[in-house]
């Protein structure tokens, strides 16, 4: 079967460091991607780890274990307009996503 | 700009009315998905296609159907809409397995 995990809210104050964690069980893994979504709009792409490791980009950095079907989030320096929902979506056999539930991050001023 | 487009943006259908959303891409990706999103939920996989290779969800009602003409565009058809198929509808697409999905904006439907 397939199961994907994330906690459903954070809360962080502005300038703060946040970590979305991400465990998975996902037959046929490829990798990991992580997608933003403000209210009422579509999703964006973060990043995509296929390999284990650290990804960095800018603000955001993805982390992947593959052993340990976990993965992370990481958002420094967060700021108001980080504020949405983040999905991981670990790739399912060929060209398949599924999306978890969901994490939706709060920024406090 | 290379780009996922749908329309309409917002469709309103009566209860049983057939209706057809349709996205286009200009990035001619290989892989186009179609997505159920309702409020404060995940993005549901409803089907994929990979060029015309057609892969349905087993949990996809079978009132929902899709069509892939070309590369560039792609029908989602509900034959006989209920009110729970009210939602937020995504198209998107990617080049190859593993890849970047680039999402189109959405469709937003209401059924009355």
């Known amino acids: 079967g397939q199961s994907l995990e994330q906690p459903s809210e954070v809360t962080a104050v502005e300038g703060a460091i946040v970590q979305i964690n991400c465990t998975y069980q996902?037959?046929?893994?490829?990798?990991l991607s992580w997608y933003q979504q403000h209210d009422g709009g579509a999703p964006t792409f973060l990043s995509y780890n296929a390999l284990d490791g650290l990804e960095e980009t800018g603000r955001f950095s993805s982390f992947l274990s593959r052993s340990d079907s976990y993965g992370y989030l990481l958002l420094q320096e967060l700021q108001m307009k980080d504020s949405a929902s983040y999905f991981c979506a670990p790739s399912s056999g060929t060209y398949k996503y599924i999306f978890g539930t969901g994490t939706r991050l709060k920024v406090l001023a | 700009d290379a780009m996922v487009i749908q329309n309409p943006r917002y469709q309103v259908t009566q209860f049983g009315k057939p209706v057809t959303l349709s996205c286009s891409q200009t990035?001619?990706?290989?892989?186009m998905y179609w997505y159920q999103q309702k409020s404060s939920q995940a993005p549901k996989l409803l089907f994929h296609?990979?060029?015309?290779?057609?892969?349905n969800e087993a949990d996809t009602p079978d009132n929902f159907q899709s069509r892939r003409p070309n590369t560039s565009f792609c029908f989602l058809d509900i034959r006989s809409p209920g009110l729970g198929d009210a939602a937020m509808y995504l198209c998107a697409t990617s080049r190859d397995a593993g890849n970047e999905q680039f999402f189109g904006p959405g469709t937003r439907l209401t059924v009355l």
């Open positions: 296609y990979y060029d015309k290779d057609f892969n």
């Open positions: 996902t037959s046929g893994f490829y990798g």
């Open positions: 990035l001619n990706h290989n892989v």
